[in-house]
C-alpha cells in the first residue's frame, strides 16, 4: 500500500495512532468548512440535531455552544473519532446535551422523524451506499427538517493524491445536486453552492429541506 492510499484509508475510517492523527488533521482543515456549514444548519433553540460522521467532534462543540438547550447527536463508524469527539465535547455530554454513537451511515438507528437538522461535513465520499443514506436521512428527518452537507468540490481534490476511487466517491456541483434530487429530495428544496474554502480549494455546500 502506498503512503497516499494509507492517508485515504485513515480519512476514510482512522484507526490506530494513524486515525489518531488524521483527527488533529481533521480539527485544522476542517475548521472552516465546519464553521459554514453550521451556519447553513441554522439551528432553532429547540432542534435535535444529528451529525454523520461527526470525527473529532468540532462540529458538535460549535453546535453545543450555540444551542446550549438541544440535544445534538454524533455517529461515526471509527471508535479513534468517537473518543477524540467524546474528550472534546465532555462537559456537554456529562450534561446530557451531546450524545454520541457508534453506527453505520447506511444503517441510522433511530425511529422515523427524530431529528430536525442533520449535518454532514466531508464524510459523503465514503458512504458505501449514498443512495441507502440518503434514504435513512429522509426517514429519519422530520417535516419541514433541513440536511446540510459540505464537500470539496471534485476539481480541487483530482490534485490530491490521497483521494483515490478506493477510498474516496468524488462530487461536484451537478453531482451531489443529481444524488439528493435521486433519493427523493424535492429539486425546488435542494440548494448545491460553491464556496472558496482556502487557496486552491473550492467547496460545495448542500442544503435540502423536507416538505413541511
Not at 472534546?88 to 438507528?109: C, D, S
Request: include cysteine.
Amino acid at each position: 500500500m502506498s503512503m497516499w492510499h494509507a492517508i485515504g484509508c485513515q480519512l476514510q475510517h482512522p484507526q490506530g495512532f494513524a486515525g489518531r492523527l488524521a483527527g488533529a488533521a481533521m480539527r485544522v482543515v476542517n475548521a472552516r468548512p465546519n464553521l459554514v456549514a453550521v451556519d447553513a444548519l441554522q439551528v432553532g433553540p429547540h432542534d435535535t440535531v444529528l451529525e454523520l460522521g461527526c470525527g473529532p467532534g468540532h462540529a458538535l462543540s460549535v453546535i453545543a455552544s450555540r444551542a446550549p438547550f438541544n440535544t445534538i447527536n454524533g455517529i461515526d463508524r471509527s471508535s479513534v473519532m468517537l473518543g477524540q469527539a467524546a474528550s472534546r465535547n465532555a462537559k456537554a455530554i456529562r450534561e446530557g446535551r451531546v450524545r454520541l454513537m457508534a453506527a453505520e451511515f447506511e444503517w441510522l438507528p433511530f425511529r422515523e422523524s427524530t431529528f430536525d437538522k442533520i449535518l454532514a461535513v466531508n464524510v459523503i465520499y465514503f458512504w458505501r451506499d449514498t443512495r441507502r443514506v440518503l434514504d435513512g436521512i429522509r426517514r429519519v428527518l422530520r417535516p419541514g427538517g433541513r440536511l446540510v452537507i459540505y464537500a470539496t468540490d471534485a476539481a480541487s481534490m483530482r490534485h490530491w493524491k490521497f483521494a483515490s476511487p478506493d477510498t474516496h466517491r468524488l462530487f461536484d456541483r451537478a453531482a451531489l445536486a443529481r444524488v439528493l434530487e435521486e433519493a427523493g429530495f424535492d429539486r425546488r428544496r435542494v440548494c448545491v453552492e460553491e464556496i472558496d474554502v482556502m487557496a486552491q480549494v473550492r467547496g460545495l455546500l448542500a442544503t435540502c429541506s423536507m416538505h413541511g
